[in-house]
């Protein structure tokens, strides 16, 4: 078995990756950023959160500090030598996940200079036959329209994007290419869509993208209950999800296979709708959510107007149908279908949203 080294390992996809290559006894590297935390602790906490706090054999497993964008990772480069030495699969998970103008400093300097910096040092440091994966987003397909297919795309101007976040993923994968192309990198693009809960149990333990419009409003039912409220959404456009559980046994397939496709789009051939989450979540909280395509800010009661102003980045993907090639990744996994049914997409959201209200009921409890 490959050891496998994994940056910005304690992330929701990171994490639940490595939790799964632990049960298959795989040898994995954590690289950590510290914070208040030892990275340690840190992955031990969210291994432990992955797990309801079961304990797992995390005898495999090494946890190191490193800073994404410092020479050598500010690691000892003994140390670096050492958890290089063999044939290793690295994946470069770290990224920011920030997408507004005030932020593009912090974007830039993780997704693009960060993945300079990564691939200096696995170029420096690992072995021959070592292969290096860059986990990319589907999105960065930007505001293009036709077919995403599995290939390379130049860099384009920022009118081309909804974000600065789907930008500096495109240049990133670009500079992969580059590597790729003029200095013999082993490297290889998997491009995730929205990744979402367990897809046979329904645990759901983020609330990134159609859980943060969840969260949202779930808040708002709870201080309007009964109200009836308008949201800036495309009823018939939808959303392309894929469950986490499938995104680290697809993963780990990549890890035991020997050729891998230079880039492959995980992502779902049957997206879903946006009328199915709002009807939903009309039936999980106390407020009647109807989605409209044309609404205008101006034309909104101050309630939907404040359900606006926080789905910001939600919002620009809301009316969206993207075609994703699936082709290269259909060879690879056996046509295996990456997306969940409406009735796992349910239990996701019931599930969030009792997880939502029982962290209220705790925090009500400890005030009184």
């Not at 602790?41 to 964008?69: F, T």
């Amino acid at each position: 078995m490959r050891t496998v080294i994994i940056n910005g390992a304690n992330g929701y996809v990171a994490s639940n990756f490595i939790n799964n290559l632990l049960k298959q006894h795989y040898a994995v590297i954590a690289l950590v950023r510290a914070n208040k935390q030892d990275p340690e602790e840190r992955m031990n906490e969210v291994l432990a959160h992955i797990n309801d706090g079961k304990e797992i054999n995390a005898s495999n497993l090494e946890v190191y500090n490193y800073s994404l964008n410092d020479k050598n990772f500010s690691m000892d480069e003994n140390v670096l030598k050492s958890i290089f030495s063999g044939n290793v699969d690295y994946f470069h998970f770290a990224a920011s996940l920030k997408y507004d103008e005030k932020s593009i400093d912090e974007i830039f300097s993780a997704n693009i200079e960060g993945v300079e910096n990564s691939i200096k040092v696995f170029s420096k440091y690992a072995m021959k036959d070592s292969r290096f994966f860059y986990i990319g987003t589907a999105y960065s397909c930007g505001r293009f329209s036709g077919l995403f297919e599995e290939k390379f795309y130049g860099n384009k101007d920022f009118s081309e994007f909804r974000n600065y976040y789907e930008q500096s993923k495109r240049f990133a994968e670009n500079i992969v290419r580059e590597n790729i192309r003029n200095n013999g990198l082993n490297g290889h693009i998997i491009r995730l869509s929205q990744v979402v809960g367990n897809k046979k149990t329904g645990v759901t333990k983020t609330d990134y993208g159609i859980f943060d419009f969840a969260k949202r409003i779930y808040n708002l039912a709870n201080r309007y209950p009964n109200e009836i409220v308008r949201v800036h959404v495309d009823p018939d456009a939808t959303q392309n999800l894929i469950p986490i559980d499938t995104v680290t046994g697809h993963l780990t397939r990549v890890v035991e296979e020997k050729e891998i496709p230079e880039i492959m789009n995980f992502v779902s051939k049957n997206p879903v709708q946006n009328s199915f989450i709002i009807d939903t979540l009309n039936q999980l909280v106390p407020i009647q959510i109807i989605p409209v395509k044309t609404l205008e800010r101006k034309d909104m009661n101050p309630i939907e107007r404040m359900i606006s102003a926080g789905m910001s980045f939600t919002e620009s993907y809301a009316s969206i149908d993207v075609l994703f090639d699936t082709r290269q990744k259909d060879r690879f996994l056996k046509n295996t279908e990456t997306g969940p049914d409406y009735k796992s997409i349910a239990k996701m959201m019931e599930y969030f949203i009792e997880t939502l209200s029982e962290k209220k009921k705790k925090r009500e409890h400890e005030v009184t």
